[in-house]
Nanobody, 124 residues
């Protein structure tokens, strides 16, 4: 059974940083792309960042480009999201997801396993 467990969320002031982690188990982690998505209250889930199976390619939503960095450690079966220069509009529940293929994608339909999410709250 595939499990994804996020951690690292919390409350931070605007301009601060957080690092999210997502530990995966139950499948060959290094064979699949990984992604981060978020959902703010009253809004639909949206793409944040994705990384290919090897870590060689990554993609970002325009709203986080230059502030967030996705990375992965295949030896630890873990994907990370480093979030800098946080803004109140980054407040959301952040989910990690495991892709159906090795290649990163912004389409949530291309991911077949999801974590339960971790809350990130950015105060102004």
């Amino acid at each position: 059974q595939v499990q994804l467990v996020e951690s690292g969320g919390g409350l931070v002031q605007a301009g601060g940083s957080l690092r999210l982690s997502c530990a995966a188990s139950g499948r060959t982690f290094s064979s699949y792309a990984m992604g981060w998505f978020r959902q703010a209250p009253g809004k639909e889930r949206e793409f944040v960042a994705a990384i290919s199976w090897s870590g060689g390619r990554s993609y970002y939503a325009e709203s986080v480009k230059g502030r967030f960095t996705i990375s992965r450690d295949n030896a630890k079966n873990t994907v990370y999201l480093q979030m800098n220069s946080l803004k109140p509009e980054d407040t959301a529940v952040y989910f990690c997801a495991s892709g159906r293929t090795p290649y990163s994608d912004s389409d949530a339909g291309k991911y077949d396993y999801w974590g339960q999410g971790t809350q990130v709250t950015v105060s102004s």
